[in-house]
């Protein structure tokens, strides 16, 4: 699995490419705030099958351009899906909520192939 991380704002200039690679490519990537994580992006596959529970869902072009708010909502504890194309492509998980299904994963944690390209 592989991990990657950027700030906020960095996150919302570059948000076509990390989202792809999260939908892609099965990345799992930390958005940053102050230094701090603020929420994770996860495939919504691998979600899924972690036994994420999803509380709304919004589009692509909603998250990006209230990342903020998308941010304080992850944060506090709600999982939030992403579409792309009106399926299903990410979702905003707490960080405790992902280092925890991390930590109790096997080595190759739940694995999930990536969604093929529209």
Sequence with gaps: ????SSSADDT?????P?????RLKGAHHVVTRHGHAAA????????????GKV??????????????????????????????RSKPAAVAVPPEWHAQV????????????PEEPA
Excluded: F
């Design 102 to 113: 991390v930590s109790e994963s096997p080595k190759d944690p739940l694995d999930v192939a």
């Design 1 to 4: 699995m592989e991990t990657t």
């Design 18 to 22: 990390v989202l792809t690679r999260v």
């Design 40 to 51: 994770v992006l996860v495939p919504a596959g691998w979600h899924a099958q972690a036994g």
């Design 12 to 16: 919302r200039s570059g948000w076509s």
């Design 55 to 84: 509380t709304d869902t919004i589009t692509a072009q909603v998250a990006v351009r209230e990342l903020s708010d998308l941010l304080n909502r992850a944060y506090a504890g709600e999982h939030v899906a992403v579409t792309y």
